[in-house]
């Protein structure tokens, strides 16, 4: 089983190897409380920006745990980051599309106030429902033993996600109704791409037309209807089957 990882700050430059690092604060009292990591066992502590160290444990209290540095690593930003757009979903469904957004390596996730999206962010609930978001990127980005924690925007209006195409080399919008396919398009090798994800209800027509007087492309990823849940990750696993990486 490959090692536990816990998100913290670390120093700059990274402890050299054979220093001890201290995981305290609420990571700290996890892995020592609730994990119950215990002296000998091999974890990583990574920054959320790419950095990270291996260490053995090698002292423990209640809320935090010491570990002697036995190895660093780094993930570099790769030549083409993926950045989704996904609609406010229902219940659990944005849970469901952002644990395997992060799982799949996006860089950036932009919350969407689709016009058809059931789900609004207003006042007090867009403050903790984005915290929400933030949390369930975390979770997922320790799940998955990355080093780099997606950035979760602020939630974007239609207007502004438009806006934000001219700052992609390729922004995809998914839609059961195009004629073009994912798997048929030159994808770009460096830079970065943009997919956009609809609500249950699905893209407007006047927002699918925004999007592509922008620049966007109208695309199909599968032969089925899919649910936001799951549309981003088919797309982003598919992109990445092209040969692309993300970060």
């Known amino acids: 089983m490959t090692d536990p990882v816990f998100l913290s700050e670390l120093a700059d430059p990274l402890p050299e190897i054979g220093t001890t690092v201290v995981l305290d604060g609420s990571e700290g009292r996890h892995a020592a409380t609730v994990r119950r990591i215990g002296p000998g066992e091999s974890v990583i502590i990574a920054d959320g920006a790419g950095r990270g160290v291996r260490g053995t444990v090698v002292a423990t209290t209640k809320t935090s745990i010491d570990l002697e540095v036995t190895g660093l690593l780094t993930s570099d930003q790769p030549p083409l980051t993926i950045t989704v757009a996904q609609a406010l979903a229902k219940g659990d469904r944005s849970d469901i599309a952002l644990e395997m957004i992060t ?61 934000m195409i001219a700052d992609h080399e390729l922004t995809l919008v998914l839609h059961e109704e195009a004629t073009e396919r994912l798997a048929d398009l030159r994808l770009p090798q460096t830079g970065a791409i943009m997919i956009i994800v609809g609500p249950e209800g699905g893209i407007a027509p006047s927002e699918l037309d925004a999007f592509t007087a922008a620049g966007g492309r109208s695309v199909v990823i599968s032969d089925g209807v899919l649910r936001t849940s799951t549309a981003a990750a088919v797309a982003i696993a598919g992109v990445l089957l092209r040969g692309t990486g993300t970060g």
């Open 103 to 163: 799982e799949l390596g996006a860089g950036t996730i932009i919350p969407w106030q689709a016009s058809r999206s059931i789900v609004r962010w207003q006042g007090e609930r867009a403050t903790k429902s984005h915290a929400r978001w933030l949390s369930t990127v975390r979770e997922a980005t320790k799940q998955s033993r990355r080093l780099r924690v997606p950035e979760v925007t602020p939630v974007a209006s239609t207007k502004q996600l438009t806006s």
